[in-house]
Nanobody
Framework: QVQLVESGGGLVQAGGSLRLSCAASGSIFGIISMGWYRQAPGKQRELVALIITSGGSTNYADSVKGRFTISRDNAKNTVYLQMNSLKPEDTGVYYC??????????????WGQGTQVTVSS
């Protein structure tokens, strides 16, 4: 069984910063990628940032390029999202999603519980 636990959301004024963390635990054989996704009210969940565990290549949504930075600590099975210059349109529930392989099982995407980020204007 795998668990992803997020932390770091909250309320911030426009222009402010927040840092999200997500740590995975359980019978993990290997993690292929770690990502952050968000869902605004009435909208579909969208990819915000993704990092490939091996090599560290990253991918960002156009709307967050230059403002958000994704990083990881492979030894701790943890991913971070540093969010700077936040805008009201960044408001939403942020989920971490790990593509990983459990011991004796297939590759699968696991999700965190979600953390609310609210940016006031």
């Amino acid at each position: 069984q795998v668990q992803l636990v997020e932390s770091g959301g909250g309320l911030v004024q426009a222009g402010g910063s927040l840092r999200l963390s997500c740590a995975a635990s359980g019978s993990i054989f290997g993690i292929i990628s770690m990502g952050w996704y968000r869902q605004a009210p009435g909208k579909q969940r969208e990819l915000v940032a993704l990092i490939i565990t091996s090599g560290g290549s990253t991918n960002y949504a156009d709307s967050v390029k230059g403002r958000f930075t994704i990083s990881r600590d492979n030894a701790k099975n943890t991913v971070y999202l540093q969010m700077n210059s936040l805008k009201p349109e960044d408001t939403g529930v942020y989920y971490c999603g790990f593509d990983l392989v459990v011991r004796g099982g297939p590759r699968y995407r696991y999700w965190g519980q979600g953390t609310q980020v609210t940016v006031s204007s």
